[in-house]
């Protein structure tokens, strides 16, 4: 995504490269050959594999969003809105709404988004309501708003309640660290663990060994011991982002509280993380003088990223060019 904002237009993107929409073809391509084994154990004579029955919806969804997904741009000026729209394979869609069409506009919380992101709600004056692409940056929501009410001449936008927003005397990611979900993760793992062995220890009892290797027990059991002991891992942790510094809280593997203060002389560089598989969402990293590094406990997409690292550089009062973005 894309964006460019200043006092005479603003710009929101929403949509994937070309390289992302190979990543989720190819991943999509990858879970539907699952199904090839599943159909040749039917057509021997066995019961078809019961990871075919979820391979196919999902990989063919996967490669749908690949094929379907639009790519959609907003130009907003003093004029109005352009809106861009394409997909794949077709031209491209434009439309104009006049400033004089426009009758309000708001900003909404995309709620179903991951990571968090914030939409304008824009209501013309035939009743059609439009919901603009995300807002670029997650730090400044509410300015970008207001620079996007004073271009389509509409009264300001109310305040949205945003933890990221820069004008929050503390930036927190998050939640707070809790030492209860870690000892509940640990008593519920050895249950889970008994009841989702009986499967396996019916299918060895009947003599179906490579049913049960099958369904894949010797990684079950690695996955509950590792769950196990670094269940407290899992409790959360927070980065608390003030002005001047930066409080990090977490669980230690032994189940206490702990936390750490990083003074901007602790810093050797704040770096963008490289995206995740699909290309989606970064981390952020702090790495410090001391050599250790701190990622960020909650992932955003690479502008929101970006915005929080300069947000977070801002506060330290450091300079621009003590960390390069990886993004």
């Given at each position: ?76 000026t003093q004029d109005g809105i352009v809106i861009g729209e394409q997909r794949p ?118 003599g179906e060994q490579e049913l049960a290797l099958g369904l894949l027990l010797p ?83 690479e502008d929101g990223a970006r915005a929080l690292r300069g947000e977070i550089i ?14």
């Amino acid at each position: 995504m894309d964006t460019a904002a200043s006092q005479d237009e603003v710009r929101l993107r929403k949509g994937s490269s070309l390289r992302e929409r190979l990543v989720w073809a190819g991943s999509g391509g990858v879970v539907l050959l699952i199904v090839i084994p599943g159909l040749w154990t039917w057509a021997s004579g066995g019961p078809p594999l019961a990871a075919a029955f979820w391979a196919v919806p999902l990989g063919l969804f996967l490669i749908g969003v690949a094929a379907l997904e639009r790519n959609i741009a907003w130009i907003i000026t003093q004029d109005g809105i352009v809106i861009g729209e394409q997909r794949p394979i077709g031209p491209v869609r434009k439309r104009m709404v006049g400033v004089h069409d426009i009758a309000d506009a708001t900003v909404r919380k995309n709620r179903l988004s991951y990571p968090k992101s914030f939409s304008l709600s824009c209501r013309l004056a035939t009743g059609e309501v439009l919901i603009s692409p995300p807002l670029p940056d997650i730090t400044r929501v509410n300015e970008t708003a207001a620079v996007v009410a004073r271009l389509l001449g509409l009264p300001d936008t109310a305040p949205v309640n945003n933890p990221f927003d820069a004008a929050n005397a503390e930036i927190i990611l998050r939640s707070p660290v809790s030492l209860d979900l870690g000892w509940l993760i640990r008593m519920a793992v050895p249950l889970l663990a008994g009841l989702c062995s009986l499967p396996f220890l019916v299918a060895f009892t009947v003599g179906e060994q490579e049913l049960a290797l099958g369904l894949l027990l010797p990684l079950g059991l690695i996955v509950a011991i590792a769950l196990y002991r670094y269940t407290h891992r899992l409790s959360g942790a927070r980065w608390i982002i003030r002005h001047g510094e930066v409080r990090i809280e977490r669980m230690t593997l032994t189940g206490r509280r702990s936390a750490e203060t990083i003074k901007p002389d602790d810093v050797a560089a704040i770096e963008v993380d490289k995206p995740d598989t699909k290309g989606r969402t970064c981390t952020i990293s702090i790495r410090l003088r001391s050599g250790r590094t701190f990622r960020s406990p909650t992932r955003h997409d690479e502008d929101g990223a970006r915005a929080l690292r300069g947000e977070i550089i801002r506060r330290l009062n450091m300079p621009v060019n003590r960390g390069t973005s990886a993004g």
